[in-house]
């Protein structure tokens, strides 16, 4: 990795004249503004227009006794056919004619926007095209605090500059930032048990309403603002209705299957997937990591002879689809395990892919898929020219068990006596190339010295097209240009965070006292050296960096906020905040009650109050005798936080013989207890041999300020350093 840290000196001296001392700068969230105007007018007409129980259907789902659990805000009477919600990052859940994406991680391991974006297009255009109005996706849950985490193959990285929107909403589906909680909030479990169709939300919602504890005004701002966003995607137009049943590929089936009711057509098999493949497969390529290659051991040159060990370079016995939602580990693996997974509508595996390139060189392959054939493994790599071994961990959500993972990793090691593995193909093959396809780091200290182990590459959880994009990197048909979106340490107790394999009670408690110093970030404050670093990857050509530049932009008003607060303050005012005039909700309880015209389907969760039920009083909403106004500033912060204030820029030449990308990465050293090192800036781009190339970097106010928490404001931290 080359980055570009600032000179301290040079940036502290210029940012001393521009950002006047003690400034602070508070972000509201305000909605219904600029672009999203005509949007909230729209939902709030719409919302206005229902009664209690109909917006109280709008914000909860229905439960499991549906063949979409994820469905909601079904309002027959104004002609609203609801929303439809789905999983998953890596595709359509419980469907078919869908594809299977590559995971989020591999997302991040290409470190390029273009990518990102292309592959999150698609996703959510695949989607859209199956009637899906939400996509839970991208998932932001997975933090990446303890690299053991089930679900962080699921989300994009540890650092959060690298976590941002990708794209999905562009294609018209509500993009939802999925995973903030294990259990979802809306969702109560009695005894321990999740999923029996009981909800916060529900007749419960309707209750509070009732008996006071939530306002109704409350419950009308909820409404609108999931309704605003289906106005501004212009799914209110022309949108695709709901065409699959999740998890039930039958074209026949109830509609209602707990009930056995409305026997219908649930699948109508609609083929989603367009041209999506080759996005998949150039995301797969660009997202492989080389973390080493001696004598130049890859890019393959037609070898005479090729050996491929290991289980994970062959197909699982069970098919790619044999185990619910992905929920074991036989044959290569491209996707990990849980309600972020979805179904393969093929799988190119690494050995099939592998042979479809022999054919063409004239290369005889030979293979051993079982880890544990010792005998015949030695016997086969002891011919060989290249010995590919393929490694792998997996992981995943904590309702399936895995090996005895119960979605996070029990530890950091490649399973089914990986390490092994590698030293004994090593130990009988001078030219041992390893090929990991795991959810996050393993610990490679065993064998990542051995001479004889000459290449390693990281590939993630590449898809349905593994093979076919891994291939294009090990022949030199794609130069390898990911970088690593985490750090890989030399042993387990280098993160100096773990998971919680045991709940410390009833209601386990994470305290999260590292605060900001989680993968890289702590690396840095504790001064270990990791294996390989944050933003690591290798190419088959080389690079090098110079003209490094750091320029003030003339900003007009340096004077900071002659037109806006620069600490907001919080206007009182007496008035109760309303969202529809002139409304009232109708305390008789038995107005709310089960109606006698519909029958209870188990597992609905239904808006009514339970019939001959009683109206149970609750505590008040929080209030006071005055409100506070919503501020004017504007989302994200005051407007000066995104004046532009320096631009850094550098020349990267290509000095080998092969065009090749690069990815410049710029950090900045903010001192005041901050990270030793934060990412600001990555930027990817292709250079041919013996060609430059100009990278630059626009750093905003709000790049070197810090969030002060007992202020609530953001805070520049002046001579940084």
Not at 82 to 111: C, E, H, I, K, Q
Not at 203 to 214: E, F, M
Not at 508 to 520: A, S, V
Not at 603 to 613: E, F, Q, S, T
Request: glycine share 10%.
């Amino acid at each position: 990795m080359i980055s570009l840290i600032l000179p301290t000196i040079l940036l502290a001296s210029l940012i001393t004249a521009q950002y006047p001392e003690g400034t602070r700068y508070t972000p509201l969230i305000s909605p219904g503004r600029g672009n999203w105007s005509q949007a909230y007018e729209s939902a709030r007409e719409f919302v206005c227009n229902l009664t209690l129980t109909e917006k109280v259907n709008l914000t909860t789902q229905t439960g499991t006794g549906a063949t979409n659990s994820y469905q909601l805000g079904i309002i027959p009477r104004v002609g609203f056919r609801g929303l439809a919600l789905d999983d998953s990052p890596t595709g359509v859940r419980g469907t078919d004619y869908s594809s299977a994406f590559t995971a989020p991680l591999n997302m991040a391991m290409t470190w390029d926007r273009d990518l990102i974006y292309a592959q999150a297009f698609a996703n959510g255009a695949e989607h859209r095209d199956k009637g899906v109005n939400i996509a839970y996706s991208p998932v932001v849950g997975p933090l990446g605090r303890a690299p053991e985490g089930g679900r962080n193959w699921e989300g994009y990285s540890p650092d959060p500059f690298v976590v941002s929107d990708d794209g999905s909403q562009h294609s018209g589906v509500l993009s939802s930032l999925a995973g903030m909680d294990m259990t979802i909030l809306g969702e109560t479990s009695p005894n321990g048990i999740e999923g029996l169709g009981i909800s916060f939300w529900g007749p419960n919602l309707t209750q509070s309403v009732l008996n006071g504890s939530v306002p109704e005004w409350r419950l009308d701002d909820m409404a609108t603002r999931i309704m605003a966003a289906y106005y501004y995607l212009g799914q209110d137009e022309d949108f695709p209705e709901l065409n699959f049943a999740q998890g039930d590929l039958s074209t026949y089936g109830y509609l209602y299957p707990h009930a056995m009711e409305d026997f219908t057509q649930i699948n109508q098999h609609v083929d989603v997937r367009d041209h999506h493949a080759e996005v998949i497969r150039r995301v797969g390529a660009n997202s492989i990591v080389m973390l080493k290659n001696t004598g130049q051991a890859l890019p393959l040159k037609s070898p005479k002879q090729l050996a491929v060990i290991g289980e994970g370079a062959g197909p699982s016995p069970f098919g790619p689809n044999g185990c619910p939602d992905r929920g074991c580990d036989n044959g290569t693996l491209a996707m990990g395990w849980g309600s972020g997974s979805t179904n393969f509508p093929y799988l190119v595996d690494p050995l099939s892919a592998i042979q479809q390139r022999a054919l063409e060189d004239g290369t005889v392959v030979q293979y051993v898929l079982d880890n544990y054939d010792t005998s015949l493994i030695d016997s086969v790599v002891s011919q060989a020219e290249a010995c590919l071994v393929f490694v792998n961990a997996d992981s995943g959500e904590g309702y399936i068990e895995v090996d005895g993972n119960y979605g996070d990793r029990n530890n950091l090691t490649a399973w089914m006596r990986g390490d092994d593995l590698i030293n004994e193909v090593a130990g009988n093959c001078s030219n041992t190339i390893v090929v990991a396809h795991t959810p996050g780091p393993i610990l490679m200290e065993p064998w990542i010295e051995n001479p004889n182990v000459t290449a390693v590459l990281m590939a993630g959880l590449p898809g349905q097209e593994s093979g076919n994009s891994l291939v294009d990197v090990l022949y030199g048909t794609v130069n390898p240009s990911g970088k690593l979106p985490w750090t890989i340490g030399k042993k387990r107790e280098d993160y100096g965070t773990d998971v919680m394999y045991i709940p410390d009670g009833p209601e386990p408690n994470l305290n999260f006292t590292e605060g900001l110093f989680i993968d890289y970030r702590h690396f840095d404050q504790a001064g270990i050296e990791p294996r390989f670093e944050f933003g690591f990857g290798m190419s088959y050509t080389t690079f090098s960096y110079s003209s490094l530049r750091v320029a003030a932009v003339d900003v007009s008003d340096t004077s900071v906020g002659n037109d806006e607060p620069t600490h907001t303050k919080h206007h009182q005012t007496t008035v109760r905040p309303t969202v529809c005039p002139h409304r009232t909700a109708q305390l008789n309880a038995s107005a709310y009650t089960f109606p006698s015209t519909i029958s209870s389907i188990s597992d609905y969760i239904y808006p009514y109050l339970p019939r001959n039920g009683t109206l149970t009083t609750g505590p008040a909403y929080p209030s006071a005798s005055v409100y506070a106004e919503r501020s004017e500033t504007p989302a994200g912060g005051a407007s000066v936080l995104w004046d532009d204030i320096f631009v850094v820029s550098a020349t990267i030449s290509n000095t080998g013989k092969t065009a090749g990308q690069e990815v410049a990465q710029l950090y900045l050293s903010l001192g005041h207890g901050e990270p030793v090192r934060q990412l600001r800036g990555f930027n990817k781009t292709c250079i041919e041999a013996g060609q430059d190339a100009e990278v630059s970097f626009t750093l905003k106010r709000r790049d070197l300020s810090i969030w002060d928490s007992p202020s609530q404001a953001w805070v520049d931290v002046r001579g940084l350093g």
